[in-house]
Nanobody, 122 residues
Framework: QVQLVESGGGLVQAGASLRLSCTAS????????MGWFRQAPGKEREFVAA????????YYADSVKGRFTISRDNAKNTAYLQMNSLKPVDTAVYYC???????????????WGQGTQVTVSS
């Protein structure tokens, strides 16, 4: 498995931007698809974005399409989630995860980070 550590969360006002980072160690990061998920209080974990191992294919939840961008730098063993035009509904703990394929289903990911809190005030 790959070990994952997220960073970059924080408290921002609506309309602001944040960039989350997910740094990996362990098994070959460059061959793992990466995903970002989030979980708000009292809600189930939901898919946000995913990227293929090469970075050539990306996928987004409809709720973040056009505002969030997933990317990766295999040389740095790091995946990113650039979040623009943040809204209060984006408030959640954000998790990165690794999988064999860039899928939207959380149970298909076998490695998870500890999460980073993102809070967007109105």
């Amino acid at each position: 498995q790959v070990q994952l550590v997220e960073s970059g969360g924080g408290l921002v006002q609506a309309g602001a931007s944040l960039r989350l980072s997910c740094t990996a160690s362990g098994r070959t990061f460059s061959r793992a698809a990466m995903g970002w998920f989030r979980q708000a209080p009292g809600k189930e974990r939901e898919f946000v974005a995913a990227i293929s191992w090469s970075g050539s294919n990306t996928y987004y939840a409809d709720s973040v399409k056009g505002r969030f961008t997933i990317s990766r730098d295999n040389a740095k063993n790091t995946a990113y989630l650039q979040m623009n035009s943040l809204k209060p509904v984006d408030t959640a703990v954000y998790y990165c995860a690794a999988s064999g394929r860039p899928v939207t289903i959380a149970t298909m990911y076998d490695s998870w980070g500890q999460g980073t809190q993102v809070t967007v005030s109105s």
